[in-house]
C-alpha cells in the first residue's frame, strides 16, 4: 500500500481526533514520496534494539504506540537515543506512526482489551470522548429577536465581535410583530460582549435565549473503564486473573483499608498505562493501572480501594497481538502485519 493511503486507513480504524489534546498522534516520521509499505511493524515501545529489529526484518512503516518523538526535537543529531532513531528511520526509508490515546479511546482498543483479563463484565468509560466535529464552531449559541428599527444597528455591532460564527437571520412574527429572529455562534469569550451589546437595550435582552453547546458522546468511546464483573471474584482471585491475562509472574498490589486476600471484588476501575488521573476520583473495589503515584496510591487505599499496578507498558504490550489480528482485517491483507519480538517493558523483578 501507499504510505498515504495507508494512513488514512490507519487514521479511520481509530481516528487521531479521540486522543488527549496534549499527546503527539498520528505520522510522527515520513520518508519522502512516494513510499510503498509491504511490511507494517508493530511494538508497544520504539527503542533502538526495537528499531534495529525493524530494519533486519524490512519494515516499511513502525505503528509504535507510544510515539517516540513526543517533546519537540531542536535537531537530528547521532547525539541522542530519540534524535538516532529518527536517523535510522529515515536512512532506512521506514515512517514511524504512532496512535497512543486514541488506542486507548476506542472500543475495540487497549482499555477494552485489558478488561477481559477479568473475565465475564460490563464496562463503561470513566470520561466519556465526544464527537469531535460536532458542533463545528462555538461553545454557546445566541439567539434573540428584533425589529427593523434595532436590526441593522445590533447586527453591525455584532458582526465587529472576534470569534463569532454561524450568524443567520430568519424572519418570524412575534405577538401579531414582523420580526428577525438572530441566531449565532460564539466563543466563551465573545459571549460576555455580545451580552454586554444585547444588555444596552430591554427589548433586545429580554427577548434572549443563551444555549450551552454541547458535543455528543461517542457510545462506548473514551478513557479508562470502569467494569462491574457479572459475578463477584475475591481480590485474590482477581489479580489471579490479572497476571494470567498480562503474562506476569508478579504484579504489585496496595490492600485498601479494611481489605484482605478474600475481600469481594465487583467494580474495577482501570486505565492502561499511567492510570492516576483517569481513575482519581471513581468509586470502585480496585483500581488497576500500570504504575500510579505513591501519594495517589495512599489515596486509594485510605479510601478503602485496592491498587494492582502491572508496570506502566506491561497493561499495553499484549494488545498488540489483537491489533494484528484487527489490522489485518481492516487492510484487507494487503500488507504483512508483525509483531516486535525485541519490546518488553524496562522494568523487571530483580
Request: hydrophobic share 40%; proline share 6%.
Amino acid at each position: 500500500m501507499n504510505l498515504r493511503e495507508l494512513v488514512s486507513a490507519l487514521n479511520d480504524f481509530a481516528s487521531p481526533a479521540l486522543a488527549e489534546s496534549w499527546d503527539n498522534v498520528g505520522l510522527l516520521v515520513e520518508p519522502s514520496p512516494p513510499h510503498t509499505v509491504n511490511t507494517l511493524f508493530l511494538t508497544n515501545d520504539l527503542t533502538e534494539e526495537v528499531m534495529e529489529e525493524a530494519v533486519q526484518k524490512k519494515a516499511d512503516l513502525v505503528l509504535s504506540y507510544h510515539p517516540p518523538i513526543f517533546a519537540p526535537l531542536k535537531r537530528v543529531t547521532w547525539k541522542t537515543w530519540k534524535e538516532r532513531l529518527v536517523v535510522r528511520a529515515l536512512e532506512n526509508r521506514i515512517g514511524i506512526y504512532s496512535p497512543h490515546t486514541a488506542y486507548d479511546a476506542i472500543p475495540h482498543g487497549v482499555n477494552n482489551w485489558l478488561t477481559k483479563g477479568l473475565g465475564t463484565c460490563t464496562s463503561v468509560p470513566l470520561h466519556p470522548s465526544t464527537a469531535p466535529s460536532s458542533p463545528a464552531e462555538g461553545t454557546h449559541r445566541v439567539e434573540f429577536c428584533a425589529d427593523a428599527e434595532h436590526l441593522d444597528a445590533v447586527l453591525s455591532k455584532i458582526k465587529d465581535i472576534p470569534e463569532i460564527s454561524c450568524l443567520t437571520t430568519l424572519p418570524v412574527r412575534v405577538e401579531g410583530e414582523e420580526q428577525t429572529r438572530v441566531s449565532l455562534n460564539c466563543s466563551q469569550k465573545a459571549l460576555l460582549e455580545v451580552v454586554a451589546l444585547l444588555s444596552q437595550n430591554s427589548l433586545l435582552y429580554h427577548k434572549t435565549e443563551i444555549l450551552l453547546l454541547q458535543k455528543p458522546l461517542l457510545p462506548h468511546t473514551g478513557m479508562g473503564r470502569l467494569c462491574t464483573l457479572s459475578e463477584p471474584l475475591s481480590l485474590s482471585d482477581t489479580v489471579g486473573r490479572i497476571k494470567g491475562h498480562l503474562g506476569l509472574p508478579h504484579v504489585r498490589l496496595a490492600l485498601g483499608a479494611g481489605r484482605t486476600l478474600e475481600s469481594p471484588v465487583k467494580k474495577v476501575a482501570l486505565c492502561a498505562g499511567s492510570g492516576s488521573s483517569v481513575l482519581k476520583g471513581t468509586e470502585a473495589d480496585v483500581y488497576l493501572t500500570g504504575e500510579m503515584s505513591h501519594h495517589d496510591v495512599l489515596d486509594a487505599v485510605a479510601n478503602g480501594i485496592s491498587v494492582i499496578l502491572c508496570e506502566h507498558s506491561n497493561t499495553e504490550r499484549g494488545f498488540l497481538s489483537e491489533l494484528r489480528e484487527a489490522l489485518t482485517i481492516h487492510l484487507q491483507n494487503k500488507i504483512n502485519i508483525i509483531v516486535s519480538e525485541k519490546d518488553r517493558d524496562p522494568l523487571q523483578v530483580a
